[in-house]
């Protein structure tokens, strides 16, 4: 039975209505920096406040100023005064059968007053969990097999909006240091979160400065203290900023393949027309830090009838020579109004049994959430339905 919490929940980080106060989530070491200098810390202390400041927020995931002990009361009581730590508001949280959950989050005023929501998803298994968090609110692509993408962009997210869906699950679980005794048998890694993938709604790379931002926050050993290798950026094919996001956020990386021709391609992510499967190819080659132990991601979504062949199994073996992967095969999760159907289970494992034989592991997506619409795919449905509910 799926679980609907409407928006009474009690919350660690509770919003705030109203409060115009700018958020210090989100904000770099030298951003904290340069607000401590702002309200007077004296230069000398002003590094040593930074870091307490900076561990209090991303290490420990307080709220509230006043708990920051190590910090004097009159910087505290400035900080309050012209600040806020607040997560954004929950409106629904839905809890799946096999224990997923789904957020549909409502944003802070943006500067036109506008509040935009958007959807993060939490999937737990026996050793890790994993976070699928959002970079935009829409999508600006129109691939024609996800939900997302029929949900036009709005705005990208700011850094502390992307950091604060790993802050806001961290809270909802109860997987802070302080939360030991609250939660007491984490998964066998120790940690309920070990896992972070921008594969929510958005586009990463057309947001390169906030996902940039973001994920140092997230990946910093002071702080949120997430690996690397275990943040995935996805990508539609975004070309000119693939190995740019190598330099200079060397996070893991997946791309949202889904078909082994350009005229398929072209069909299922229109960005393909941009930036055709021979320049997306060449630019993984060139994707620094891939290797056999840490490889490239491809994802592949299984629909029947237009991708699913044994010919396409075998192009895509000759589209990866070359390239340290491994393929995400993903059954197909329905939404309202689509017109794709899944492919037969039989026509799934031929398809992967030709890409284990050529030497290049391609597990079959366990489905995750799809009787609350949080799968691969599906997220956007809740915050229309909620949307016109109000209406």
């Known amino acids: 039975m799926t679980m609907l919490l409407q928006t009474a929940i009690p919350l660690a980080a509770s919003y705030i209505p109203n409060d115009l106060r700018p958020t210090l ?29 900076w561990h209090w927020i991303y290490q420990r995931g307080k709220t509230d100023f006043a708990l920051m002990t190590d910090i004097s009361k009159e910087v505290r009581g400035q900080l309050e005064e012209a600040f806020v730590l607040t997560r954004p508001e929950i409106v629904t949280e ?15 005023p943006d500067a036109t007053g506008a509040r935009h929501e958007i959807e993060t998803v939490y999937i737990p298994e026996e050793d890790r969990g994993t976070l699928c968090i959002s970079s935009q609110v829409g999508c600006t692509l129109t691939c024609t097999f996800c939900h997302t993408g029929t949900q036009k962009l709005v705005r990208n997210l700011t850094a502390g909006e992307i950091a604060g869906q790993i802050m806001l699950a961290r809270d909802r679980i109860k997987d802070w240091p302080d939360d030991l005794e609250a939660n ?37 050993g002071e702080g949120l203290s997430l690996s690397k290798r275990r943040i995935t950026l996805s990508t539609s094919g975004v070309v000119p900023e693939i190995v740019r996001a190598g330099h200079e956020i060397g996070s893991s990386l997946a791309i949202s393949l889904h078909g082994t021709t350009d005229e398929i391609r072209d069909k299922l992510v229109p960005l393909n027309k941009k930036y055709p499967i021979a ?36 192009r895509l073996v000759k589209l990866l020579a070359g390239i340290p992967a491994k393929v995400n095969l993903i059954p197909f999760n329905p939404w309202p109004g689509t017109a794709y159907e899944c492919s037969e289970w039989d026509v799934i494992e031929v398809f992967a049994e030709i890409l284990n034989n050529a030497g290049y592991a391609s597990p079959v997506r366990t489905p995750r959430g799809r009787d609350i619409m949080a799968a691969c795919g599906q997220l956007k449905s809740e915050s229309m339905k909620v949307r016109a509910s109000e209406r």
């Open 279 to 314: 320049e997306l190819m060449d630019a993984c080659t060139k994707y620094p830090g891939s290797s056999n132990a840490r490889r490239i991601t491809f994802e592949y979504v299984m629909l029947k009838g237009v991708n699913d062949s044994v010919a396409d199994a075998k």
């Open 94 to 108: 839905q809890v799946s059968t096999d224990g997923t959950r789904k957020w549909l989050l409502r944003l802070a």
């Open 184 to 220: 007491p048998k984490p998964p066998s890694s120790g940690r309920y979160i070990t896992n972070v993938v921008l594969m929510g709604m958005g586009e990463p790379l057309y947001n390169f400065d906030n996902v940039k931002t973001a994920i140092n926050i997230a990946s910093d």
């Open 25 to 53: 989530v989100g904000l770099s070491r030298e951003d904290l920096a340069a607000i401590l200098e702002r309200i007077g810390v004296p230069e000398k202390q002003r590094k040593m406040r930074m870091r307490q400041l």
